[in-house]
Structure formats: structure tokens, C-alpha cells
């Protein structure tokens, strides 16, 4: 009679993470007679509304990348000269462009939205009056904040460009 | 040992010697400086750069012509808000996409480390060289 270590876990011997081991099977069903259900990991997120947006909210880092390379090039096209920087001007004005800032703007007012829905969680608590400060009195308070802020930055663009 | 610590506090972990303390706060407060800067003004920065001016609406469509610019990178102040709106975007994305990995079932090590934090690193030196070429 064949025993079994009811400690033994194929794929855990391996060092691999438990979320990989559904997927790889390291060590394979065969070799171990319970053959434990391990629950695939690929695409949990899309499982769950919640995870989705987490996964969202995450991704608007690779837009926020994309125009930080954007205006780096820019930067690189200015140093370089006159010419240089007014081919950087005109791919600008490509509708490529405009559409993919289109977009752009989609993200980040996304980005700004879960930035400052989530910020009550990841600051430490705020107490006015002994009485600990309403999520939504913060977050509602910071989007106040960046508006106020965008319009400074629009009036002052518009001033220095007169 | 591979120790792997993520954690937005600054904590001690037992490390291959002695103590060692995470890196994880500096990294975490590039992320958030990032993420506040481009939370408080980046959509009314991409509206500006790629849509008014490109287009000529609401802001003259010369508004960023070389002289503009030049004159703004020129100043301090200028100077000093165009490296931090380059340098913490990247900061922040290479933050979030180094640890979004993890959910994508990648097993990101030191490895993946220097890549991201590599690229945030090279594109700001890349940033502050163009900003240092302009002159003052």
C-alpha cells in the first residue's frame, strides 16, 4: 500500500507562488493521488466589478507614463533647437494626436477621481473637533482642490501665452 | 534568503546581516508625489498641451512656440515645475506598474526593480540634462 504525505503539495515544492500552481502544474496531478482542486488564478480580477476598477484605477499609471514621455520628448526636441521642437509642435496637431489626448484626458480625470476617492484611505486619519473628518467631506474637499487648481494653472497658461 | 518586503510603511526586516531597512518609503513617496501632482492638475495639463493649443481653443494655437517655452524652462520657477510634472509622472507609473505585476500573476523581483525604477530613473536625468542644456 502506497502512502500519502498529506503535507506534500505539488507545485508548493517547487517554490513557486501559490496562485502560479493551478496554472503551471509543476509536479503534475499524476504524481499526487488527491489531486487537490487548486483554483485557477488567470483573470480573477475580471470575476469581480470591484477588482475590475482596481485593475482600471492601476492602469491609468501606463497613460500618466505615456504623457510624461510625451512632454520628455518635447523637452529633448526644445534642447535640440528650433526645428527640432516644431516637429515635436506639429505631431502635436496630428489628429492622431489629438485623439490619443482625447483619451489621455479620459484617464487621467479617472485617475483624479479614484486618486482622491481612495486618498481617505491611504492618509492618516484627519480629526476636526475631536470628531474624526467624513470620507466624503475629503475627497469632496481634494476634487474642490484640483479644480480650483486646474483653473489657476488655465489663467495663468492663458496670461503667460498673451 | 530573498527577502521581498512590500509595505507603505517603513519598517525593519531582517535582512542577510543586520537590520536593513525597505527602500519601499522613497519609492512610495515618488508614487503618491506623482500621483498628487497628476490627481491635482494632469487633466488640465493635457487638455493645454494636447488639445487647446493643438487645435486653438480657448488658448492661442502659438501659445507654445519656441520662444514660449524656451522663455518658461528659462525661469526657475518654470524649470523647476516642468522637471517635477515629468519626473514624478514617471515616478508614479513606474510605482504602480512594477506592483500591478504581481496581479497579473508575474513574480517581480529585484530584476523587474531595476527596470522600472531604471526608466523613472533614466528619464529624469534624461529631464534635468534637456532642462540644464536649455540654459537659465
Known sequence: MKTID?????????????????????????????RPYVRPMAGWWRRNPFFV????REGSALFVGAYALIL???????????????????????????????????????????????????????????RRLPEAAITGGALAAAAAASLVLFVIVRELAR | MKLQVRTTHSIRVAGDKAQRRSPEPIFWALFGAGGMISALIGPMLVFITGIA?????????????????????????GKAFVLAVVAFFFWHAAHRIFHSLHDFGIDAGNGARLVFYGSAFVATVAAALALLAVGF
Open chain 1, 6 to 34: 498529506p503535507l506534500h503539495k505539488p507545485g508548493h515544492a517547487a517554490g513557486s507562488p501559490v496562485y502560479l500552481a493551478g496554472r503551471s502544474g509543476q509536479g503534475g496531478e499524476a504524481a499526487n493521488p488527491r
Open chain 1, 53 to 56: 476598477r482596481y485593475m482600471a
Open chain 1, 72 to 130: 520628455l520628448v518635447g523637452l529633448i526636441r526644445l534642447a535640440q533647437g528650433e526645428a527640432a521642437f516644431n516637429g515635436w509642435l506639429a505631431a502635436l496637431q496630428s489628429p492622431l494626436s489629438i485623439a490619443f489626448h482625447g483619451l489621455l484626458l479620459a484617464v487621467f480625470a479617472f485617475h483624479s477621481w479614484t486618486w482622491f476617492e481612495i486618498m481617505p484611505k491611504t492618509m492618516p486619519p484627519v480629526r476636526v473637533g475631536g
Open chain 2, 53 to 77: 493649443i493643438p487645435l486653438g481653443f480657448l488658448l492661442p494655437a502659438d501659445a507654445m512656440r519656441y520662444e514660449n517655452v524656451l522663455a518658461l524652462v528659462q525661469n526657475p520657477i
